[in-house]
């Protein structure tokens, strides 16, 4: 049995937890609400982000983030990437020992173009830092809540970091693979994001599987040409964290890039799709890290520059798809 703690109360964060209870693990979730804490202690639901879940009874939860920091071994970070930051810091200012750090989220900082390990690791001292992983894959938390197999890929430059995960995470409904390559892992879960509000647009304005599989297609070459140049393995974006994570993505109405892309398509603004998604929509953020990328590092990304252009610039959706389609012809 391994202390672990989770931090971060949404419906990524309350699935693994539950995942590390079933598996026998002394886990404590931190989250700020206290409502929902009340609610997951006593109740041990979460039914504003699993409302079909009934959680393990040995899962504790508390509002006291250095009582969650110092009660584990391990530090499961599952907070939305503009809070990384804001809650690695608070963690160093309560840590008193080394911790391993895997997150489980998926973006690209605008601006600094940093990943999440990056980020931890700029905000973490060093000497509380044992390793830093990440947990990514096709993985929709309702479906893992209620226990429906799922396959996912651990990544660290320290393989030894990714086994440990891997050992603490495995179960008969939940295979994890380990992986040694932490940027390309990071880069597939961030910008399949763009693809899957793309895919959602798609559908919102009715069109059929041909014009999804074409986006899908070429959208996994946009990652795989971003995520080479930035030092990934291409190989990678063949695997789960690749293309795995772009099928689920793109295709189940479980996603909240998809939704929002949805909805975007049938002629919602992108603040009335976010208001009404309730939720934090990774996609919207990382394709602005993504287009700045992409010309930062002079790589042509069609499909991402598109949606950047409808989501900021205020770009018509059918006057997108009509340019993206009308390109210059090009060899395969």
Not at 64 to 92: C, F, G, M, Y
Not at 108 to 136: D, H, Q, W, Y
Not at 140 to 155: C, G
Not at 173 to 178: A, E, K, L, N
Request: proline share 2%.
């Amino acid at each position: 049995m391994t202390n672990v703690s989770v931090i971060g109360t949404g419906s990524w964060g309350t699935a693994l937890a539950n995942v590390l209870a079933d598996n026998g693990h002394n886990c404590l979730m931190w989250g700020k609400t206290e409502a929902t804490i009340n609610e997951l202690n006593e109740q041990h639901t979460n039914h504003k982000y699993l409302p079909e879940a009934q959680l393990n009874k040995y899962l504790k939860a508390t509002t006291d983030l250095k009582q969650a920091v110092l009660h584990a071994e391990i530090l499961i970070l599952a907070v939305p990437t503009k809070a990384i930051r804001s809650v690695t810091a608070q963690i160093n200012d309560v840590s008193e020992a080394p911790k391993i750090i895997i997150h489980v989220s998926k973006g690209i900082e605008p601006l600094t173009f940093k990943r999440i390990s990056e980020m931890i690791e700029e905000e973490m001292n060093t000497a509380l830092i044992k390793g830093v992983g990440v947990l990514s894959g096709p993985s929709h938390a309702e479906e893992v809540a209620v226990k429906q197999p799922t396959t996912v890929a651990v990544a660290s430059k320290d393989i030894s970091v990714a086994r440990i995960a891997q050992d603490l995470f495995m179960n008969e409904y939940f295979r994890v693979y380990t992986n040694d390559d932490l940027i390309g892992v990071e880069i597939g879960g961030a910008l399949k994001n763009i693809i899957a509000l793309a895919a959602g647009i798609t559908d919102g304005l009715g069109y059929g599987d041909n014009a999804k599989a074409a986006l899908m297609t070429r959208g996994l070459a946009e990652i795989t040409r971003l995520g080479t140049k930035m030092g990934a393995d291409p190989m990678t974006f063949l695997g789960l964290a690749g293309i795995g994570d772009l099928i689920v993505t793109c295709t189940s109405v479980h996603s909240r890039n998809w939704k929002c892309g949805n909805m975007l398509g049938k002629g919602a603004t992108l603040d009335e799709a976010l208001a009404q998604m309730g939720m934090v929509v990774e996609g919207v953020r990382t394709t602005e890290a993504a287009y700045e990328i992409s010309k930062a590092f002079n790589v042509e990304m069609p499909i991402t520059s598109a949606l950047y252009k409808l989501l900021f610039e205020g770009l018509d959706v059918n006057t997108g798809v009509m340019e993206l389609m009308s390109r210059e012809k090009k060899n395969e």
